[in-house]
């Protein structure tokens, strides 16, 4: 009865005797999780070779700072510059008549002014965030300011702009190569040995604007204590190389704050701040060599 029973059918209820087992059965099941295994393989491998084909991920993808996300912050901020410096240098010289044959000097002083006030928001203000708002407004303060000083420069001293931009162009490119090439690091004693010079520059400058204002410089000295000679050299010359050297070492620590942004991982906003790192040397290191060629022709 119980053998006729549908209910005892089910072959975990029948007795297993050797022999009796279908032997298809134990090989099937094998053969399919040998089969099964192997898919899975070649998905996982199929999966592999897919993620080392794919490109490597940005800095999109990633949300890290990267040196060539760095790179495109510093080159749009530059395109910002460059197109207000148009403006600054048509500006300048649309004030050139017979009777005013002298170029207006108010897009350099706008652009000086705001600039000046832009970065000490944006340097004391990143502690805290990073605006990009306010760094592409200062690109175009500064492009303001050096479109109008360049225009204002090149009316007195035609060619010298060219000069000025070759120079900067060779300081900054031997400058990069030197760090890349692992040539010239920034130093704790270096970068301390900079902070004073920079001091004793900016206490310098401030006196030379001081004394220009109140008159106590004749007017003739165009730049002030700059148009000083010592052994028949201007005082500008001697103190402007210095100063450029300054520059370049500030490109080295500019450079430096964005190769330990990106080992450290540090977030992709803070590639803007490297980017305006850099912009604010090279437009200081453009001022100062334009400074010393004027200098330079003003005395010949």
Known sequence: MALNNPAFANPAFQEQRPGLTPPSAPAAQTSYATAQHQGVDVAAQANLEGMYAAPPA??????????????????????????????????????????????????????????????????????KKIRPGLIFAYAAFEGLFVGGISAFFEFIFPGIVM??????????????????????????KATKIFMIAMVGYLVFSLLNVVLMLVGVIPGDMMFGLHSAKIAGIPLGVIIGLLVVVMAAYSLVLDFDQVQQGVRNGAPRKFGWMGAFGIMVTVVWLYVEILRILAILRGSE
Request: no cysteine.
């Open 58 to 127: 940005g800095a999109i993808e990633t949300d890290r700072m990267t040196v060539e996300d760095t790179v495109l912050k510093t080159i749009g901020l530059f395109a910002i510059l460059l197109v207000t410096a148009v403006v600054g240098w048509i500006w300048t010289l649309s004030t050139v008549t017979v009777a005013n044959p002298t170029p207006t000097m108010m897009p350099w002083i706008i652009g000086g002014l705001g600039g000046f006030a832009l970065s000490m928001a944006i340097i004391f203000g990143s502690r």
């Open 163 to 188: 000069q000025a931009t070759l120079a900067t162009l060779a300081v900054v490119g031997v400058t990069l190569a030197l760090f890349a090439s692992g040539k010239v690091r920034a130093s704790k």
